[in-house]
């Protein structure tokens, strides 16, 4: 089970949060502005089409204005943010019905695991290994799609899911292990190489 490290607030979160004392309303709008635009991003790299996103995002804040402890201090309000976000995006990608030919131009003699993601989520492929991905376990989803989808760095992983760098090793790993097992399944090029 990971420790987590102790809480050490976002500056901006922290005057959004000191805000909401004197004004609740002007917190949220606050809140809004500093958020919708990343957000937004976020939740396009993941379903792939703006309305979608803005959708999610629009949703997103009206959790946010329901969740009770969105302003408290030792609330970790952007991550959770991230999390709703990601969450509502997997769903979306999930329900989804298309399953067709995922990896059809991937070529089978690449080498690496590594190079071969890197392929598939900036090639024509994305879409459908999007809703591969989202077979996958939350964690596993969340890491990969951090990782090789908005191409953040270890350090960068660990700050928005609020989790220690080897556990963002770990998880990346197995999330890769898994992937590879889920790909097999499907008979797709990507397992024959690996």
Same mark, same amino acid.
């Given at each position: +089970?990971?420790?987590?490290?102790?809480?050490?607030?976002?500056?901006?979160?922290?005057?959004?949060?000191?805000?909401?004392?004197? @004004?609740?309303?002007?917190?949220?709008?606050?809140?809004?502005?500093?958020?919708?635009?990343?957000?937004?991003?976020?939740?396009?790299? %993941?379903?792939?089409?703006?309305?979608?996103?803005?959708?999610?995002?629009?949703?997103?804040?009206?959790?946010? +204005?329901? &969740?009770?402890?969105?302003?408290?201090? #030792?609330?970790?309000?952007?991550?959770?943010?991230?999390?709703?976000?990601?969450?509502?995006?997997?769903?979306?990608?999930?329900?989804?019905?298309?399953?067709?030919?995922?990896?059809?131009?991937?070529?089978?003699?690449? !080498?690496?695991? #590594?190079?071969?993601?890197?392929?598939?989520?900036?090639? &024509?492929?994305?879409? &459908? +290994?999007? &809703?591969?991905?989202? *077979?996958? @376990?939350?964690?596993?989803?969340?890491?990969?799609? *951090?990782?090789?989808?908005?191409?953040? !760095?270890?350090?960068? %992983?660990?700050?928005? *899911?609020?989790?220690? +760098?080897?556990?963002?090793? !770990?998880?990346? !790993?197995?999330?890769?292990?898994?992937?590879?097992?889920?790909?097999?399944?499907?008979?797709?090029?990507?397992?024959?190489?690996?």
């Amino acid at each position: +089970m990971d420790t987590a490290a102790p809480f050490v607030p976002n500056p901006v979160e922290a005057e959004i949060k000191a805000l909401a004392r004197v @004004s609740v309303t002007r917190a949220r709008q606050l809140l809004f502005a500093r958020y919708r635009d990343r957000l937004e991003y976020h939740a396009f790299n %993941i379903v792939r089409d703006s309305a979608e996103a803005g959708d999610v995002v629009q949703e997103v804040f009206i959790k946010a +204005m329901r &969740e009770s402890r969105i302003f408290d201090e #030792e609330f970790r309000t952007q991550a959770w943010l991230y999390r709703v976000t990601r969450n509502l995006c997997f769903n979306i990608v999930r329900d989804r019905r298309r399953r067709g030919a995922i990896l059809a131009g991937m070529p089978r003699d690449a !080498s690496r695991f #590594e190079d071969q993601l890197d392929a598939v989520f900036s090639g &024509e492929a994305q879409a &459908e +290994m999007t &809703e591969l991905v989202a *077979l996958l @376990s939350d964690d596993h989803r969340a890491i990969l799609m *951090l990782r090789y989808y908005e191409d953040l !760095s270890y350090n960068e %992983i660990a700050a928005r *899911l609020d989790i220690k +760098m080897g556990t963002v090793m !770990s998880r990346l !790993s197995r999330a890769r292990d898994r992937l590879e097992e889920v790909l097999g399944l499907t008979g797709s090029p990507l397992a024959v190489a690996s």
